[in-house]
């Protein structure tokens, strides 16, 4: 007989869903939708719909491997933990004896959000004296526009939107990757609230938006400075509030606003200025308007920028004081519990190197004084998700490299790796988590057994550790008691939460303060649009890197994929079709290139075959990449990372991945 059993969803998604997952005989039959989830309520994205799938993928390792043919051939033989842990152990030592422990580097991202599985490698790498690595693959750009304007400030409620006149998802494909904030846009939008998309093409969301308004990429501040100069020429600001809670308006209106006439603005985002008006005033008469920004639009050589400007907005209007009203950039509750009992920095002996992670493709083949000579690569899949895919793949076949992967599946990466060890899916270990589209914390218990001999990212880090002959206590403890010693140590937010639900798995949500909208945890206590400690103290409009080729490539998220995850389920993939590069008819004219034949998108850095799919959803001088696939389906050995670069953001050391432009010619 089948029982259910819960869980919470471990992918790099906001929404962190409450699954229950049913169970008959061991075996997981089928998930579906916590219908006592606070935030989620009860629906899953058509991903995670069939995660047994995944679970039981005919693909899923379930034994060590050790390499038997040359590097990248994916040929392997099958050994036991014991030898796969001796072999490692003895190779480490070695490079350590010879090179010192910052010759080994750690590759960890997101694979798993479960604050142990995703942290376990930390403490380990720590001791072990390893170069340490800067995870800012994702958006640090877009947290620190957010953090120079708000500091510490707590993100509105996204249910909050459900209030909302006017909701704009700015440069957000929410029907793909924040489904669930979509249920506070269903409610407003009943109410008769208006929702906008701004974005550089017509993405799947683009059907539930009243208008949609495409720019040019990486222009995005323009358009939001433009805003702010019709607010204020137009009289559509609330001095009240500017005066009581924000620092640095008249500069801005002095130093930065003149400039950005629509007009000026109209040359850089290519929308017209009547637009641009309409839009600032439309923005300006809402009652509560609610914006709420992706990821994309960060990814820029002036991505943290960008943010500033835009999170300046609900300061001009004072949005920030109504129900449903401000501006969403990402919900922090990383303090709510004490990651640092998980990650002990402590266990470092030396400060050692720190490598970005969107520069391991330069790392791996130009570092000296060590050169890396270990790579330890876990819930990370680097070869097909890191910016510059032939520069990592180089790195990855050089002959002296030794590169362990911890994984589900033979990934991109795996392929290349000497040893590979089988991991667990979030069904078959703990975790706790919290998410970053709303409040609420789950802890999960595993549902099942491993599957064939998988390990979890911590059991291996312990194994490892012992191995190495490392006798700090941490490494004997289990996942449950680590996280049963993060929920003993109080923290704020854990006042008031109920311990009793939380302990036995239930999803709880985190308390909010009453007012603590206007609760701005900055050094001034105001909103900051002037930030006296950023060497930019005002926000303004930078150019982003660009390239010397015709077209902006939008390396945007799949529906149906999740970075690089989800390539194992042949159900997915069929619903992804191919790989597709999507052009303007326009376009494709003026390059004689006809729908469905196959191309070639260039730059210098790298070439990746495509079928084109020609549509109307793209302006002209854009083409759009949806997915991140598996080298298995690609058309001439390379995806889409070969053609972005290594160039970090303006701000905190962000990756760049939309601030590529490619040629296109048919192949
Ligand atoms: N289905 C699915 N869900 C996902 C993911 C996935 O790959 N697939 N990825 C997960 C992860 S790790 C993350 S970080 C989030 C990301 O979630 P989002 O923030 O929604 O995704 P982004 O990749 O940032 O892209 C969002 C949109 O930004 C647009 N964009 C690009 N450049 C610009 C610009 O200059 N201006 C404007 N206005 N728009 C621009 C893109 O065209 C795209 O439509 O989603 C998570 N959820
Ligand atoms: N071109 C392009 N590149 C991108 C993006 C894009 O939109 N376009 N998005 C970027 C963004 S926003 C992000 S966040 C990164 C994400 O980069 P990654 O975090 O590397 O994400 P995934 O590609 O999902 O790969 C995660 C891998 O972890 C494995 N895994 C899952 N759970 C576990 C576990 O418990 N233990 C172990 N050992 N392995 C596990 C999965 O099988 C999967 O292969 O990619 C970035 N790269
Ligand atoms: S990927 Fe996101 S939307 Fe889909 S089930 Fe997981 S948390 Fe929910
Ligand atoms: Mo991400």
New binding site residues.
């Given amino acids: 007989m089948a029982i259910e059993k819960r869980s919470v969803c471990?992918y790099?998604c906001p929404d962190a869903c409450g699954l229950l997952v049913k169970v008959a005989s061991g075996k997981v039959t089928g998930v579906r939708g916590d219908p006592d989830h606070p935030f989620t309520r009860g629906s899953l994205c058509p991903k995670m719909a069939h995660y047994e799938r995944t679970v039981y993928a005919p693909g899923r390792l379930t034994r060590p491997l050790l390499r038997t043919g040359p590097k990248g051939a994916g040929q392997f033989k099958p050994v036991s933990w014991d030898e796969a842990i001796k072999i490692i152990v003895e190779r480490w030592q070695k490079i350590i004896a010879e090179n010192g422990g910052e010759a080994i580097l750690p590759c960890s991202?997101?694979?798993?959000m479960g604050l142990v599985?995703r942290n376990a490698g930390h403490a380990f790498f720590y001791r072990l004296g390893a170069s340490r690595l800067d995870r800012t693959?994702?958006?640090p750009a877009k947290d620190y526009g957010w953090k120079a304007v708000m500091g510490g400030t707590l993100a509105p409620h996204p249910d909050e939107a459900a209030a909302s006149d006017l909701i704009i998802l700015w440069g957000l494909n929410a029907l793909a990757t924040n489904i669930h904030f979509l249920h506070a846009v269903r409610r407003a939008k009943r109410q008769g609230a208006a929702v906008w998309l701004i974005d550089t093409y017509a993405n799947p969301t683009a059907k539930i938006a009243d208008r949609v308004f495409l720019v040019h990429p990486g222009s995005d501040a323009a358009l939001a400075v433009a805003m702010a100069h019709v607010l204020v020429r137009d009289g559509l600001v609330d001095q009240a509030f500017i005066d009581r809670h924000v620092q640095g308006y008249e500069e801005y209106k002095r130093e930065i606003l003149p400039d950005y006439t629509p007009t000026a603005a109209s040359k850089l985002t290519g929308l017209p200025a009547e637009v641009i008006e309409e839009m600032a005033l439309a923005y300006g008469r809402a009652a509560a308007p609610f914006i709420s920004v992706g990821?994309g639009l960060a990814r820029y050589g002036n991505g943290a920028m960008t943010v500033r400007a835009i999170v300046t907005l609900p300061a001009l209007t004072g949005a920030w004081q109504k129900r449903g009203g401000g501006v969403l950039v990402g919900v922090a509750t990383g303090s709510a519990l004490n990651v640092s009992l998980v990650t002990r920095e402590d266990l470092m002996d030396e400060r050692t190197r720190i490598i970005n992670i969107n520069q391991i493709g330069d790392a791996l083949n130009d570092l000296t004084d060590p050169p890396i000579k270990s790579l330890y690569v876990?819930?990370?899949?680097?070869a097909?998700?890191l910016p510059d895919q032939n520069r990592v793949i180089q790195g990855l076949l050089r002959e002296d490299l030794f590169t362990v992967v911890?994984?589900?599946?033979l990934?991109d990466t795996a392929r290349y790796a000497d040893i590979v060890l089988p991991?667990?899916?979030?069904l078959e270990h703990s975790d706790i988590y919290r998410a970053y589209g709303h409040y609420c914390l789950q802890r999960a218990f595993p549902v099942i057994a491993p599957v064939g001999e998988a390990k979890?990212?911590w059991e291996v880090f312990c194994l490892l550790a012992q191995a190495m002959g490392f006798t700090d206590e941490i490494f004997r403890r289990t996942t449950d008691e680590l996280i049963e010693e993060m929920l003993a140590h109080p923290t704020p937010w854990l006042e008031g939460v109920d311990m009793a639900r939380l302990k036995a798995g239930l999803p709880v949500e985190l308390p909010l303060p009453a007012d603590y909208k206007l609760d701005f945890k900055t050094p001034s206590g105001k909103i900051e649009i002037y930030n006296p400690r950023d060497a930019e103290p005002l926000p303004r409009y930078l150019p982003p890197h660009g390239d010397e080729a015709p077209f902006w490539l939008m390396?945007?998220?799949s529906l149906y994929g999740?970075?690089?995850?989800f390539n194992e389920r042949a159900d997915l993939i069929r619903r992804r079709q191919r790989m597709s590069l999507l052009m303007n008819p326009d376009d494709a004219t003026g390059k004689g290139l006809r729908d469905g034949q196959r191309v070639i998108a260039f730059n210098r850095r790298g070439e990746v075959a495509f079928y084109l799919a020609v549509s109307p959803a793209v302006p002209p001088g854009v083409v759009v990449a949806e997915g991140?696939w598996w080298l298995d389906y690609a058309l001439n050995g390379r995806t889409?990372?070969a053609l972005?670069s290594q160039r970090l953001t303006d701000r905190a050391g962000g990756?760049t991945?939309y601030d590529t432009k490619v040629d296109v010619r048919a192949e």
């Fill in positions: 471990p790099d991202y997101a694979g798993t599985q693959l994702c958006t990821g876990y819930h990370s899949n680097p097909a998700v911890h994984e589900r599946f990934t991991a667990t899916t979030s979890s990212n390396t945007a998220p999740l970075n690089s995850s991140v889409v990372n972005t990756s991945f």
